[in-house]
Every structure is written in structure tokens, then in C-alpha cells.
């Protein structure tokens, strides 16, 4: 199967992505991780990508786009794959199409996380990484056990003005992507409202239908 997951920062992408390729066996392919490894790496698209990061912002089309289009042509994505937070503007949309053509294969479904913009700042200030195996925590509504509460870390651009500076980019940058895959009949849209086990039971009949 071949997945996209869209939906504001902090809409669970993450969360879920993590859950579905577990059943779903295919290969979860997230922009940010590769560009955080990128940045810890000291790689030089680390080194482009971020100040972009940091601040809020998108990092150039040309550097994502390069990234993904390598990244789905290797053999693990022969069956598939779920790309999280891929394509985020209408440019890297169009690319991912044109690429996807040459290489004579379709998507499946996008699947649009749906989350209000008055629940996106708490749940993004809240939210910690255990370094040692990436599981994503909320320090209110899903803390981190007691034995790794003391090495949990913050992403630098969880910050409130970050989150602000990223859900202004969701709106006017990625959310026009929806349309251009509404009118090729693969969107469903979710409600990414409630707890992690309800959206993923959601998002399992989403597929379904
Ligand atoms: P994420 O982990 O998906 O929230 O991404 C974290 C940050 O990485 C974003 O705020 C952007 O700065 C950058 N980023 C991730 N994916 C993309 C993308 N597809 N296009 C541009 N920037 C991206």
C-alpha cells in the first residue's frame, strides 16, 4: 500500500504512522525524522535544513523533494510505503505525482488528520521523545513511564512560537494540497480528536472504506 498522512503539526502523524506499519508492513517515511538525523549528522542538508527548522519553517521544496524521490526508489518501498509529513506543498504534491507516474506506480489513500487549531499548541508544547527508541510521549496525556521520565527530550521547534510559526505554514502551504488529492478520489478524512487508540481505529476503517 502506498500512504500519505497529512494533518497539522501535532495531529498524531507521528503517533499513528508508527502504529500502521506494523500492521500494514510497509516502510514509515517521515521528512522531519530524516531531517532531524540530517541536522544531528552534520550532514550538509542538515547544515541547509536547519535554520528553516528551527524557526517553524518549511525547508526549500528542492531539498525535500531530492530526499523523498531517492528515498521511495529504494527496494524496501517496492511494496509500498507511508510517507509522513511528504508532500506539504503543492510543488513537492506535484513532484511526488510525476514521480510516482514515471516509476508506474498509484497511491492508495491519503489519509487527512484532523485536529482544531485551538487543541495544536497544548498538545505540541507538551509533547517529548524517548531518544533511545523514538516513542512519542504528552507530558499530561500520555506521560512517559517513570523509568525514562529523566532522558525524554523536547524538539527544539516545539516551542509555542514555533508551533505557532508551523500551523500558519500547514494552513497557507499544505492545506491547498487537499483539494488536488479530494479530486483524485483518494482523501479520508479522519477526526484526529480523542485518544491515540480511537484515531487509530478510525483511520483502520478509513482505509477500510
Ligand atoms: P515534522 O517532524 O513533520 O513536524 O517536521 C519538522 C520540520 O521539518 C518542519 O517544521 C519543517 O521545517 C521540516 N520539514 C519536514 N517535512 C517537510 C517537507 N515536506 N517540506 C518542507 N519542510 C519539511
Redesign the pocket.
Known amino acids: 500500500m502506498r500512504i500519505i498522512l497529512v494533518g497539522p503539526?501535532g495531529a498524531g502523524?507521528?503517533t499513528q504512522a508508527a502504529r500502521l506499519i506494523d500492521t500494514l508492513n510497509i516502510p514509515h517515511i517521515?521528512?522531519?525524522?530524516m531531517?532531524?538525523a540530517a541536522v544531528k549528522a552534520g550532514t550538509t542538508l542538515g547544515l541547509e535544513?536547519q535554520a528553516?527548522?528551527t524557526r517553524?519553517?518549511?525547508?526549500?521544496?528542492e531539498?525535500?523533494i531530492g530526499m523523498?524521490i531517492e528515498r521511495i526508489a529504494a527496494p524496501d518501498c517496492s511494496k509500498g510505503f507511508m510517507l509522513?509529513?511528504?508532500?506539504?506543498?503543492a510543488p513537492?504534491a506535484a513532484a511526488l505525482d510525476e514521480a510516482m507516474a514515471a516509476a508506474g506506480v498509484t497511491l492508495d489513500a491519503v489519509l487527512l488528520i484532523e485536529v482544531p487549531d485551538s487543541l495544536i499548541v497544548e498538545r505540541i508544547t507538551g509533547r517529548r521523545s524517548d531518544p533511545e527508541t523514538g516513542a512519542i510521549y504528552h507530558l499530561a496525556f500520555n506521560p512517559p513511564p517513570a523509568e525514562i521520565a529523566d532522558r525524554v527530550v523536547q524538539?527544539k521547534?516545539d516551542t509555542e512560537a514555533?508551533c505557532v510559526a508551523?500551523l500558519s505554514?500547514y494552513h497557507s502551504e499544505t492545506a491547498p494540497i487537499v483539494p488536488f488529492y479530494e479530486a483524485k478520489g483518494l482523501l479520508r478524512r479522519v477526526d484526529g480528536v480523542g485518544s491515540p487508540d480511537a484515531v487509530t481505529a478510525r483511520i483502520a476503517d478509513a482505509l477500510k472504506g
Open positions: 503539526p502523524k507521528g517521515s521528512t522531519g525524522d531531517l532531524r535544513a528553516f527548522m517553524g519553517d518549511l525547508v526549500p521544496d531539498v525535500v523523498i509522513d509529513g511528504f508532500p506539504r506543498t513537492q524538539r521547534d514555533a508551523r505554514k
